[in-house]
């Protein structure tokens, strides 16, 4: 046994004890700590080690880089113990520092994400757990101490909250005793092994254009190389079953497989099929796992017995020791943003993580980032494209629906010629769906008799009415409280108002509409879990169901053969605003939903209830011709530098007083970069100026594509001295502005 790697430096001539540089799952901005390492020990970058800070035992990763020698060794404190872990590999912990150095985020706040649960390792975090220290215990001991000493067996590692509730303490009494030195903490022990899949099922026949990339994938997985591929084609074009055979060829080559997906829990179809092709379910992971679920998966993954796993974005941050293709299925999707905490896009994330890995990536859409043509225009990505509709189906037809020209009867929302095609579709027996993505009953509650409007006491934000719930609600700080019977600003009695639809709005007026139909609302309040959405889907897929009407939720890649007529009730939602990629994301979301339209089964009709028929979203739309419209959103975005050909990044200030979140953004503003090739706009109010009771201005950061922003930022940041009470939040690549 000897050094994993370099020792740490010493000091020249000193008697002094190694040292050694530990990262711990804390957003500190000083990054590593140095410490000590005992007399015994061995310590290498990547293991797991527990070490003192403050009073707190606490779970870190031996970091790489040089200590500081001037340190003197009377404040070193030391290493306590090196964990029976499987050391986090040199590409994770490369891809940690680069993640923490593009986002700006401290880097022990990226290696949380790493960890198994939110609190990292930190004892007594989910997946660690605790085992009783070597030698005789004290002899005089609470009861509380004593029945958990009792209840772990020597050698023992029971998890803590296990192990609180069996001993009938609570957590603290076990943080109590770490302190005092009773318990170590330790990693648990891992679960039963992830079945490997099976790579002699057949896949379907493929296609001549399928199999042609198909083709080219398993090339680029067998040079065991980074690559990075765009897979495009419309929807039910058989991407899915390319990308899976790409994951085929990874798992013969003996490498992992990550899959991204934007909304696990919407992915109860994608699973099903992934038991077709595999025979087994893959390993998951997302934020409703239980903490047990967690630890296990985590552990299993850093022992390398996890072939294939589908996840969420923080998927990229587990531990794979050999990972050899990733896939970022709908890679424009924006959930793929952070937006909290480290704010990353999981999408640009995992090519770096595949870099770094010498991996291969694949991105998947048919309605691809304009950030992704733009590097496959330039020659960074490869394309591959699926021209059509997989077998005999063709593309839904789209129609927009003029507004107006054909309004919906007063109170109304469901303009007449789309009331008619619904009857149409239920009465030949098959399913329509209804599209709106707004939750509620009305976005907006008014007084009749003198205007006031109800909106949240903390939000810039109209309070939502969710009818089912008697209540108005905050959709961004989750206020919530009662309709009042009289106007707060006139008091006049039974004035208030709803104006404009949610889902439910439309929900009510379907079913006075079409009463004898079977309805299915798909919203977040009603579909709450993975398991509700796989039982609606397979309602839906089962023909028990006639009308579908939902939020966002419908538009995810679902497969139902019966559905045929598919309405947007509002396709101008996403157009207002001044956020650049406004119309850019309109023409996804739509373009997703009317996927869910006709198969090979039977053909299907798109209705766009809209006020801009001529609107480039909508026209694009009804052609299908979305190469054009990506072209002209590029030549609207290039001459001013706007991204992908150009940067931005996004400082937002906030502070619990306005004055003092105005006097900030100021002095950042007098203090912005001055640069060749960079403008600094602002500051203004941010989108939400008042979120969760914080004022929020907004700086932007406009820089030409060679600049490299970060440095300019830091020293930014560097030159301006806030008050503690303010926050800025630095978003690199912001998506909504
Ligand atoms: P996309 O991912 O582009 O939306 P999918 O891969 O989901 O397309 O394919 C659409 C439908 O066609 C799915 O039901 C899938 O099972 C089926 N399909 C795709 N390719 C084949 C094939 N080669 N043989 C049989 N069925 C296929
Ligand atoms: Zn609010």
Not at 112 to 135: D, V
Not at 275 to 304: I, M, Q
Not at 522 to 532: E, R
Request: proline share 10%; glycine share 8%.
């Amino acid at each position: 046994p000897g050094w994993k790697s370099s020792p740490p430096n010493q000091l020249p001539g000193v008697a002094s004890r190694p040292r050694i540089r530990v990262l711990l799952p804390l957003p500190l901005a000083a990054g590593a700590y140095d410490y000590g390492i005992p007399p015994g020990l061995q310590v290498a970058p990547g293991d797991f080690v527990v070490v003192p800070l403050g009073g707190r035992q606490l779970v870190g990763v031996a970091w790489d880089g040089a200590t500081d020698a001037a340190l003197p060794a009377s404040r070193l404190r030391d290493v306590q113990q090196v964990l029976d872990a499987p050391p986090m590999t040199e590409t994770l912990r490369r891809f940690i520092a680069w993640v923490a150095a593009y986002t700006l985020s401290p880097p022990g706040a990226v290696l949380r994400m790493a960890m198994s649960s939110p609190g990292g390792l930190e004892p007594p975090a989910a997946h660690a757990g605790w085992q009783a220290a070597p030698g005789p215990p004290p002899a005089r001991l609470t009861p509380g101490r004593a029945r958990v000493l009792a209840a772990l067996a020597a050698g023992q590692v029971r998890a803590g909250a296990e192990l609180a509730q069996e001993a009938g303490v609570s957590p603290a009494v076990l943080r109590g005793m770490a302190d005092a030195g009773l318990l170590l903490p330790a990693l648990l022990p891992r679960g039963p092994a992830f079945a490997p899949p099976d790579l002699s099922l057949p896949g379907p026949a493929l296609g001549a254009e399928q199999a042609a990339a198909v083709a080219a994938l398993r090339a680029q997985v067998a040079a065991r190389d980074f690559s990075v591929t765009l897979l495009t084609g419309v929807t039910g074009s058989g991407k899915t079953e390319v990308y899976l055979d790409a994951v085929a060829e990874c798992l013969a080559q003996g490498r992992q497989a990550l899959v991204l997906l934007p909304e696990i829990a919407l992915s109860a179809q994608w699973l099903e099929r992934f038991r077709r092709r595999f025979g087994v379910d893959p390993a998951l992971w997302h934020s409703e796992l239980g903490a047990k679920t967690r630890a296990k998966t985590w552990r299993a993954v850093a022992e390398g017995e996890v072939p294939v796993l589908v996840g969420a974005r923080s998927a990229l941050f587990l531990p794979f020791p050999d990972l050899g293709l990733v896939v970022v299925d709908e890679e424009h999707e924006t959930a793929f943003k952070q937006e909290e905490g480290v704010v990353y896009h999981a999408r640009d994330m995992a090519v770096v993580r595949a870099r770094l890995a010498q991996a291969s990536i694949v991105l998947v859409s048919a309605t691809p980032s304009l950030e992704t043509l733009n590097n496959v225009e330039s020659g960074r990505y490869r394309h591959l494209d699926l021209p059509e509709r997989h077998g005999a189906a063709g593309m839904a037809r789209v129609q927009a629906l003029d507004l107006r020209k054909s309004p919906p009867e007063r109170g109304r929302f469901l303009a007449p010629p789309l009331v008619a095609a619904i009857g149409q579709t239920l009465a030949r027996g098959e399913q329509a769906m209804l599209f709106l993505n707004r939750r509620g009953y009305a976005p907006l509650t008014l007084c009749r008799a003198c205007g006031h409007r109800m909106r949240c006491p903390n939000c810039t934000a109209w309070l939502v009415e969710h009818r089912a719930q008697k209540r108005l609600q905050c959709h961004h700080c989750g206020h919530a409280e009662p309709i009042p019977p009289t106007c707060p600003e006139c008091q006049a009695p039974g004035t208030l108002t709803p104006v404009g639809p949610g889902v439910e709005r439309v929900v009510e007026e379907a079913t006075l509409l079409f009463p004898d139909a079977r309805r299915i609302v798909m919203a977040s309040d009603t579909i709450p879990g993975p398991a509700a959405a796989a039982a609606a889907a397979a309602m839906i897929s089962d023909r028990q169901v006639d009308l579908i009407i939902g939020t966002q939720i419908v538009a995810k890649g679902w497969h139902f053969p019966g559905l045929t007529l598919v309405g947007v009730v509002d396709a101008d939602l996403g157009l207002a605003g001044g956020d650049l990629r406004a119309a850019e994301r309109t023409l996804q979301v739509l373009h997703q939903v009317a996927g869910r339209a006709g198969r090979a089964e039977a053909p299907g009709l798109v209705l766009l209830q809209t006020f801009n028929p001529d609107h480039p979203v909508m026209q694009a739309l009804v052609s299908g011709d979305l190469e054009a419209f990506m072209a002209a959103e590029a030549a609207g975005r290039r001459p001013g530098h706007w991204p992908p050909f150009g940067r931005l990044a996004a400082l937002v200030v906030s502070s619990e007083d306005e004055r003092e979140a105005d006097r900030a953004a100021r002095d950042l503003g007098l203090a912005a970069p001055r640069a060749e090739g960079v403008e600094v706009l602002g500051p203004a109010p941010a989108p939400l100026a008042l979120l969760r009771g914080r004022h929020r201005r907004r700086l932007l950061l406009k820089a030409r594509k060679e600049v490299p922003v970060q440095p300019l930022i830091r020293d930014w940041l560097a030159r301006v001295t806030l008050p503690p009470s303010v926050r800025v939040q630095v978003d690199v690549d912001p998506v909504g502005f």
